[in-house]
């Protein structure tokens, strides 16, 4: 079996992109409720019948992995944007157990994220939004 290959998309972008953006591996070391941003190549989107309409995408970055859930209501609203093969996420970092996930709060234009400073939410202002 073939070693498997780092992704190369985003090494390409992340340059051009905030220091704020956070890697899939630096996102293991935040605390759980910690409002991040994150992007990646989508290498795959789960919506599974039995999820009610959430939606699962996994996010890849040169670093690794990255899973998050997209409620329906936000996919709905930024269809424009949730589709999209890479993808960026203002979103909180969830733990349960050693499982870690993000749980989107929004989705953002990775050009967008090129232009210039993007302000995040503060954690204490939407802790109630996780349950």
């Given at each position: 079996m073939a070693a498997r290959q780092p992704c190369i998309m985003p090494v390409i972008l992340r340059p051009r992109l905030?220091?704020?953006?956070?890697?899939?591996?630096?996102?293991?070391?935040?605390?759980?409720?910690?409002?991040?941003?994150?992007?990646?190549?989508?290498?795959?989107?789960?919506?599974?019948?039995?999820a009610r309409g959430f939606v699962f995408p996994t996010l890849e970055d040169e670093t690794g992995l990255a899973n998050a859930?997209?409620?329906?209501?936000l996919y709905e609203q930024q269809r424009d944007l949730a589709p999209l093969p890479l993808a960026a996420l203002e979103a909180t970092v969830q733990r349960e157990g050693d499982q870690d996930s993000l749980l989107a709060r929004r989705f953002?234009?990775?050009?967008?994220?090129?232009?210039?400073?993007?302000?995040?939410a503060h954690r204490e202002q939407h802790a109630h939004s996780r349950r």
């Open positions: 905030p220091a704020a953006l956070r890697s899939a591996d630096a996102l293991a070391r935040l605390p759980d409720g910690a409002v991040v941003l994150a992007a990646g190549l989508v290498a795959c989107r789960q919506r599974p019948g039995s859930i997209v409620r329906p209501h953002l234009a990775v050009e967008d994220l090129a232009r210039g400073p993007i302000m995040l």
